[in-house]
């Protein structure tokens, strides 16, 4: 995979990141992704992320195993081996149905967790792009993606970032 | 940020209130009239009915059968006001500090709905309850009946209107006791009265979790006297819990329609019809349990139940109305997040909800008290709409009493400033 140029900037504070986005973002600098050791209220819109298509995967999901379930429980009981049980028809809707739903909640749980998996990199075999290690402990990170922000000076970048209240700006290649 | 807000219970709201419950008085009596003269038919036809072990009922059974199913309808909407403000309070929700007027007003109807209950059963047990007939335990009677017999221990008059009183008054006692502690906080503040309202709430849960079941093997599984499901209470409950939160729901939305609660945000209102999403999956859970195992187990004596609901051309339609009403439309409808957050939706599935489980009732109760002779018309269009005026009428009264908004509770800041 090419690899391509971020400049990474680490913050001591969650309020002095959401303003630096904020600034950031106004002046036109494209933001790659911030990275913070615990949940932080507002980066989320601060960053204008759009709401998450996961619930729409989530009842795509839903709908298979659900029709898998169906299409299972009336080929085995109604027509690969026809029996009756408790003086039912071969196929009888209503005894399906635990079945049906178990199945439902068992493909969109198993289905969400693998599309989280694969949009976040932790796929196997995927790499994740760690910028700082120190986002699982103790600093805020900020990932700006060079490529995407070429109208705009590198230097004006980190002179921002420095004016936001950045406490390291450091260059990577990933 | 906070300002004083009061209901205004103005004379146009209550004329229209006047105004639906004339409409629903005019249908019933309308309807009594038009049954009462059809009923020359059913006399007719008694020879041959009574000949073929059928069960004739008048038009006073099928008045009766509709005042119970709206004695339980509303019954469980006030005692579901108090049980919900009772586990927001439990469980120190934050959240609904804002709309906790509105619950709370539901309990004014407790007393009338009890006065109602007793009256009906003392005047109408018979055509409702066929266990409070007494040849039926007289070993010399052609009707002895040796399992009701069995059960009499338990379903005799004194012991039933004992536990009727009971349940209601003791229902009432803890709405008056929070209502007084909450109404004492807009004065005082602080968190003595909070804290109170806490225990009291507790309290009150551990009593509703024992007597929301009782009361409903007394009030709507004893029609049915020889039949038994272990489901029943939690099913009873599971419909009074959605049908009030509905009705939370619609009464807050209208309020805030009307310039009401400016401190309300869709937020609120996104918890609200997670609830009833959840709650109307709740319901059907229950609903299906009952019947799945019934049906599985094909024993004739359980069955029986559902083969006079299933079998007949006239109530199977009702029985897959319920399923609609309260499972896939709520259901389908309140899936997604938007429509959580938008009026105009939840006010849809409040209103198709309320009415939903009204059928659910009224599958509860017509089937053992009229058999093959229920019908669907203007008796109990009307019963549903004079009953459902009144109770509007108690509750809004009771709501413009206190101020709307608890500016002294001490999670109001927290509601506010909610986000989900």
Known sequence: ?174 | MIHEERFQFTSAIKKQIFIWGAVGLGLLVLGIILSALGGGGHEAAQGATAAGGHHESHWYDRLFANLWINNLYFTGLAVIGIFFTAINYVARAGWSAILKRIPEAFGAWLPFAGVLMLAVFLIGGHSIFHWTHSDLYDMNSPEYDPIIAGKHGFLNYPFYIIRMILYIGIWYLFYFLIRKESLAEDLDGGLLHYNKMVKYSAIFIVFFAVTSSTSAWDWALSIDTHWYSTMYGWYVFSSWFVSGLALITLVTVMLKEHGYLKGLSSEHLHDLGKFIFAFSIFWTYIWFSQFLLIYYANLPEETIYFVERLSSDYYSSFFFANLFMNFFFPFLVLMTRDSKRHTIFLKAVCTVVLAGHWVDFYMMVTPGVLKENGTFGLVEIGTYILYGAAFLFVVLFNLSKAPLIAKNHPMLGESLHHHT
């Open chain 1, 1 to 174: 995979m090419e690899k391509s140029r971020y400049l990474v900037g680490i913050f001591d504070d969650e309020d002095i990141l959401i303003h630096a986005v904020k600034n950031m973002r106004g002046a036109g600098v494209r933001i790659h992704e911030c990275y913070t050791p615990y949940p932080v209220h507002g980066l989320g819109s601060a960053l204008g992320y759009r709401r998450s298509r996961l619930p729409i995967a989530a009842f795509i999901f839903g709908v298979t195993g659900l029709s898998l379930a169906l299409l299972m429980q009336f080929y085995m009981l109604g027509i690969d081996w026809p029996m009756i049980v408790g003086g039912k028809n071969y196929a009888s809707l209503p005894i399906f149905i635990p079945v049906g739903f178990e199945l439902t909640v068992l493909i969109s749980a198993l289905g969400m967790v693998g599309v989280f998996m694969v949009i976040s990199d932790l796929r196997p075999y995927g790499k994740a792009k760690v910028f700082d290690l120190r986002a699982t402990d103790d600093k805020m990170v900020m990932a700006i993606d060079l490529s995407r922000n070429k109208r705009i000076d590198i230097r004006r970048i980190e002179d921002m970032l420095t004016t936001s209240g950045a406490s390291e700006i450091h260059e990577r290649s990933l």
